[in-house]
């Protein structure tokens, strides 16, 4: 038994000052994963999809250089780890929230894409095309400005800007539901009397 508890002493003492030799110096390669995992964060969009978690981890790693700077290193071990553990937990949360930004803009893309042609095929029926130029004007011009905003939207969904995407589609289905009511009254209507 004597034996046993020699041995962890022996073991407790060796791992005691492994402790204390690592910490007589800044924990640079912790500090260095921390960085990496910060700019890896940062490259999947955490400071847009995730700024919370992103920075409490550069917070983190600001906290461990401040702690190295004093020479109190083993805190700036514990900042260096907390930053990236929360930088890689930022990179997750932001590959995930971005994924379903671009899913949310890509359906509200569709969603007004298709209304857009129910628009413009409407707008080509010879019943419409028929009418005089006034009674339609104002459904024109706002399929024709649908148009223009769904050519910016692609670009912005191509460049992976969701939020603009999001942002430009915003009522525009709405618009382009009232420009085809608008048709379908104008053609309805009865033709004007002649005097």
Do not use: W
Request: with cysteine; net charge neutral.
């Amino acid at each position: 038994m004597q034996r046993y508890v020699r041995a962890l002493l022996h073991a407790g003492g060796a791992s005691a000052i492994a402790l204390t030799i690592a910490c007589a110096e800044p924990p640079s390669k912790e500090m260095n994963q921390a960085q990496g995992a910060i700019d890896a964060a940062r490259a999947a969009g955490a400071e847009q999809y995730a700024p919370t978690e992103f920075q409490a981890a550069v917070s983190a790693l600001a906290a461990s250089e401040q702690a190295a700077s004093v020479r109190d290193y083993r805190l700036a071990l514990n900042h260096a780890l907390d930053g990236r553990e929360r930088a890689q937990n930022a990179a997750r949360a932001a590959v995930d929230a971005r994924a379903n930004a671009r899913g949310d803009a890509e359906r509200a893309l569709a969603a007004v894409d298709v209304l857009h042609n129910r628009a413009r095929a409407r707008q080509r029926d010879p019943e419409v095309r028929a009418l005089a130029p006034p009674s339609v004007r104002e459904p024109t011009t706002t399929i024709a400005d649908a148009e223009v905003i769904l050519q910016e939207a692609r670009s912005a969904l191509a460049a992976a800007d969701y939020p603009l995407v999001l942002r430009l589609v915003e009522g525009r289905a709405a618009a382009l539901e009232g420009a085809l009511r608008a048709l379908d009254a104008a053609a309805a209507a009865p033709p004007p009397r002649r005097s």
